[in-house]
């Protein structure tokens, strides 16, 4: 019984690790915008969205034009989004919504 809880503690910390490290386009890192706010992608898997002034703290995942996001805590509730760079033209999409944001 002992040896069957240190195996069950072990794949529990192991499936934690796994989920805990983000997949980061390189690509994305920096910060984007536009004359209304900006994003900015950090490689700690950190998505900060200043609109207006108002920063929100988010989380993120991205790959190969697809990711996702969620606000830092709340790993549930997930926004997909697509995105395509072109030089230092970023082209977000969620949704209906698409936002074409510059290299700042």
């Known amino acids: ?10 794949i529990l910390l192991i499936a934690m ?10 690509a994305l ?10 994003y900015e992608f950090k490689s700690d898997g950190s ?4 609109i207006f002034g108002v920063a929100v703290p988010y989380k993120y995942t991205a790959s190969a034009g697809t990711g ?3 606000v ?13 760079i072109s030089g230092t033209t970023l082209q977000f999409t969620t949704g209906d ?6 290299k700042l």
């Open 47 to 50: 998505l900060n969205i200043n």
């Open 68 to 70: 996702s996001y969620w």
């Open 72 to 84: 830092e805590g709340a790993e549930i509730v997930k926004t997909e989004f697509t995105y395509a």
């Open 97 to 102: 919504y698409t936002v074409t944001l510059e």
């Open 17 to 26: 690790v796994a989920v805990s490290c983000a997949i980061i386009d390189t």
């Open 1 to 10: 019984m002992k040896r069957l809880s240190v195996v069950l503690v072990a």
């Open 29 to 38: 890192l920096g910060k984007w915008g536009t004359v209304l706010g900006n």
